[in-house]
C-alpha cells in the first residue's frame, strides 16, 4: 500500500460524457502526478500539481483538466469522452516539486468508455 | 524530449535463468528510473540514475547507465516467480517519457 488513494476504482461510462476521477496523496506529499495507462500508448504523464499550482504538463488533450486542492487532493477531469481515453489512470504523489523524488503511485482508476 | 525505446517487448524465462532488459535512446538523458508494476497493479519505483556509467545494485538487480547516457539497462540474476511484472525505464526533463516496458514471465 503507497499511501495514495484514488476513486473510484472502476468506472464505466459512455461517448460524450464527462467524468472526474479523485487522487489524495500521501501524508505529507505536496505534488500529485496524473498518468495514462492504455494497451497502445503505454504509459504517460498528463500533469503535475505542487502544491495547488501547476508544475509540469504532458501529453494532457484539452478535454481534460486538473486541479489541486487547498488540501491537497486532486482531481482529474475528463470531458467529452471518447472510445479511446479508456486507461488506466493512475495518481502518484511526492513530497517535493519535481520528478527527481521518488514518485508514489495509487492503485488506478480503470475507465471504460462504451 | 527525450524519448525512451525499450527492448524486449517480452521475455520469458524459467525460474534461475538471468534477464535484462534494455532502454535506449538517440539523445542524451539527463537520468533515467526504472520502475516495476505487478499484474492488476500499479507502478512502483525501483532505482534513479543520474550519473554517467553508474552502476547500481539491489540484491539481484543491476542498473546501468552507460557511459553516454544514452542506455540503461536492467539486470536481474537467477530470477525467481517474484519477479513476474512488467518493467520500465523512464526519464525525466520537462516532463516523463516511460518506454513501453518488458513484460517478465518465470516458469517456475
Known amino acids: 500500500d503507497s499511501g495514495v488513494t484514488q476513486t473510484p476504482k472502476h468506472l464505466i461510462t459512455a461517448t460524450g460524457q464527462r467524468v472526474t476521477l479523485r487522487c489524495s496523496p500521501r501524508s505529507g506529499d505536496l505534488s500529485v502526478y496524473w498518468y495514462q495507462q492504455s494497451l497502445d500508448q503505454g504509459l504517460q504523464f498528463l500533469i503535475q500539481y505542487y502544491n495547488g499550482e501547476e508544475r509540469a504538463k504532458g501529453n494532457i488533450l484539452e478535454r481534460f483538466s486538473a486541479q489541486q486542492f487547498p488540501d491537497l487532493h486532486s482531481e482529474l477531469n475528463l470531458s467529452s469522452l471518447e472510445l479511446g481515453d479508456s486507461a488506466l489512470y493512475f495518481c502518484?504523489?511526492?513530497?517535493?516539486?519535481?520528478?527527481?523524488?521518488?514518485?508514489?503511485f495509487g492503485p488506478g482508476t480503470r475507465l471504460t468508455v462504451l | 524530449g527525450q524519448q525512451v525505446m525499450q527492448i524486449p517487448q517480452y521475455q520469458h524465462v524459467q525460474e534461475g535463468e538471468d534477464f535484462t532488459t534494455y532502454c535506449n535512446s538517440s539523445?542524451?538523458?539527463?537520468?533515467i528510473q526504472w520502475y516495476k508494476q505487478r499484474p492488476g497493479g500499479h507502478p512502483v519505483f525501483l532505482i534513479q540514475?543520474?550519473?554517467?556509467?553508474e552502476v547500481k545494485k539491489q540484491k539481484r538487480l543491476t542498473f546501468q547507465f552507460g557511459e553516454a547516457k544514452k542506455n540503461s539497462s536492467l539486470h536481474i540474476t537467477a530470477t525467481q516467480t517474484t519477479d513476474v511484472g512488467t518493467y520500465f525505464c523512464?526519464?525525466?526533463?520537462?516532463?516523463?517519457?516511460f518506454g513501453a516496458g518488458t513484460r517478465l514471465t518465470v516458469k517456475p
Open positions: 539523445t542524451t538523458l539527463s537520468n
Open positions: 540514475l543520474v550519473k554517467s556509467g
Open positions: 523512464a526519464s525525466y526533463n520537462n516532463d516523463m517519457r
Open positions: 502518484a504523489s511526492s513530497p517535493g516539486t519535481g520528478f527527481t523524488d521518488t514518485q508514489y
